[in-house]
């Protein structure tokens, strides 16, 4: 604030797009999952991240998670939404 004489603030990036602050289910989620990894580092389960499975909190191996891209065709109507508002996308 004080080199660009601008105010700033803390922002989490998740609740500015949503435009809304975590819900009850958000923060029992969260909770969730730090609890599966804090269990996960005490077992020295490494290279897993923590996911979401048919409602259930589980491990997956990175690799399973890193597949190609899936991409958007050009002529998808958010695709086109964006591009009449010039949003980049």
Do not use: C
Request: glycine residues 6%; aromatic residues 6%.
């Amino acid at each position: 604030e004080a080199e660009v004489g601008w105010e700033s603030r803390h922002v989490v990036l998740g609740h500015l797009q949503r435009s809304e602050y975590p819900t009850m289910n958000d923060r029992l989620l969260t909770l969730q999952m730090g609890a599966e990894v804090a269990k996960a580092v005490t077992e020295n389960d490494w290279n897993k991240a923590i996911v979401i499975r048919q409602g259930q909190i589980a491990r997956a191996p990175i690799s399973d998670l890193m597949q190609p891209p899936r991409l958007v065709s050009s002529q998808h109507p958010w695709v086109e939404i964006a591009q009449k508002i010039g949003i980049f996308i």
